[in-house]
């Protein structure tokens, strides 16, 4: 079973901030939260990995409250180019013996 | 500096026959998984290679196997294919000795269609 739980779909407009939601309940102690952007037809491409509190780079901004339960994804002013599924994991870095179970993911669909 | 490169794009088999599938890990990775990803799911987990050896396997029959070479290249061989193993075939590539959360750099895919 996947250890993380994400909306199936959201929907947005052009130069809207989107914030995308993970629930990880059982997340453990070593873990780590990674997000990746995946296109039609292509491979997942990472976003952003963070384990506690804000993590920012020139794509994205990643937020970890304290019991670390879920983590946001935050897209600032996106565009239409942002329509693509993004999925949630956790796990490990140093663990070489477990396997990331991805979900489905969250279809984001932006709108002129 | 060249990313992860697959081959080929696309392939067109039909039941029973046999596919080779080919990954070329982005520069200065040393590991590779392969994953299976059918149309609207997530990718699933086959298999990975650490210095040439399958170091683990996800929940995939032994139709499907693999070989990593010195140059951390790698192959995916499913053999008797089934309709059920048309997907986009992804391999991903890391460094070291780091667990499977540790930073993945995903190749365009193969997509296999069986019929």
């Known amino acids: 079973l996947a250890k993380t739980t994400q909306p199936i779909s959201m929907d947005s407009y052009e130069g809207q901030e989107v914030n995308i939601t993970c629930s990880h309940n059982n997340i453990a102690t070593n873990d780590y939260i990674t997000w990746y952007q995946q296109f039609p037809s292509q491979g997942p491409r990472f976003i952003i990995q963070g384990y506690k509190t804000k993590v920012t780079n020139e794509v994205a901004s990643l937020f970890i409250p304290a019991d670390r339960k879920s983590s946001t994804l935050s897209l600032p002013r996106v565009s239409l180019s942002d329509t693509a599924v993004y999925y949630c994991l956790v796990g490990d870095l140093e663990d070489s013996n477990y396997q990331l179970i991805w979900g489905a993911g969250t279809k984001l669909i932006i709108k002129p | 500096d060249a990313g992860v490169t697959q081959s080929p794009t696309h392939l067109i088999k039909t039941r029973g026959q046999q596919v080779t599938l080919r990954c070329s890990p982005k520069s200065g990775h040393d590991t590779v998984s392969w994953y299976q990803q059918a149309l609207g799911q997530g990718p699933q987990f086959i298999f990975q290679?650490?210095?040439?050896?399958e170091r683990q396997r996800g929940n995939f029959p032994d139709r499907f196997s693999g070989h990593q070479f010195p140059n951390y290249s790698s192959e995916l061989n499913v053999n008797a294919l089934l309709l059920g193993d048309s997907a986009l075939y992804l391999c991903?590539?890391?460094w070291g000795t780091g667990g499977f959360a540790d930073t993945q750099y995903f190749g365009p895919g193969t997509r296999l269609t069986v019929l």
């Open positions: 290679y650490y210095e040439e050896e």
């Open positions: 991903a590539s890391s």
